[in-house]
């Protein structure tokens, strides 16, 4: 079982709508979470990072943690065009160790 | 531009060659992070440098590594290449170990012949 699973998508949307994206994880030893949006063509960027369970929110965007449930979200409120893009999941573990744990990724596309 | 410059973007190299991949991270950041993207394996982690030192190892390859200079720029050195190591690959850096706000480069993008 892969430490960190993410639905690949592709997820297709109308301009406007409310997305979820979501990854569950296995290893209970990750404390640090974050999402990364990837143009095509670019290197990541970070959007969020979280540390406990509850939301966080950010303009538009709302992250979501569960660690009870191993499972976290990424909302996005009134999706637009620009937001087409690959949405990638990330996790950090406690201890010395800092190795960012990528999800595959879920491309978007947001459809004016 | 997240600050994070990678050197070359592109890199086409023949099987069984070595090549030499550049990364200058942003000013003030102590670490750097290699990180490997192909279509199947999705991000992978390679390794991790702070000021100079190595600080975790991922799934990096023994025909693999790297090293950051006292200028904090690193290099990841790729030899014996092979079909499969065509890739692209990433350069983070950030301030402090802990790299929850890491910043990517562009990437290079590695293809063997």
């Known amino acids: 079982q892969k430490e960190v699973e993410q639905d690949p998508g592709p997820l297709s949307v109308p301009e406007g709508a409310i997305v979820s994206l979501n990854c569950t994880y296995s290893?209970?030893?990750?404390?640090?979470f974050m999402w990364y949006r990837q143009y095509s063509r670019k290197g990541p960027e970070l959007l969020m990072y979280?540390?406990?369970?509850g939301n966080k929110e950010d303009g538009r965007f709302t992250a979501q943690v569960d660690k009870s449930s191993k499972y976290i979200s990424l909302f996005i409120r009134d999706s637009q065009p620009s937001d087409s893009a690959t949405y990638l999941c990330?996790?950090?573990?406690?201890?010395?160790?800092?190795?960012?744990?990528f999800g595959k990724g879920t491309l978007l596309t947001v459809n004016p | 531009d997240s600050g994070v410059t990678q050197t070359p973007k592109h890199l086409i190299t023949a099987t069984g060659q070595r090549v030499t991949l550049r990364c200058s991270p942003r000013?003030?950041?102590?670490?750097v992070y290699w990180y490997q993207q192909s279509l199947d394996q999705g991000l992978q982690f390679l390794i991790h440098?702070?000021?100079?030192?190595?600080?975790a190892k991922g799934n990096i390859l023994e025909r693999f590594s790297a090293q950051q200079f006292p200028d904090l720029h690193s290099e990841l050195n790729l030899s014996s290449l092979e079909l499969g190591d065509s890739a692209l690959y990433f350069c983070?850096?950030?301030?402090?170990?802990?790299?929850?706000?890491?910043?990517f480069g562009q990437g290079t993008r590695l293809t063997v012949v």
């Open positions: 990330a996790m950090i573990s406690g201890g010395s160790n800092y190795k960012l744990t």
């Open positions: 290893n209970s030893a990750f404390q640090y």
């Open positions: 440098y702070y000021n100079g030192e190595e600080r």
């Open positions: 979280t540390y406990s369970s």
């Open positions: 000013s003030g950041d102590l670490s």
């Open positions: 983070a850096s950030s301030v402090a170990s802990l790299n929850t706000e890491a910043f």
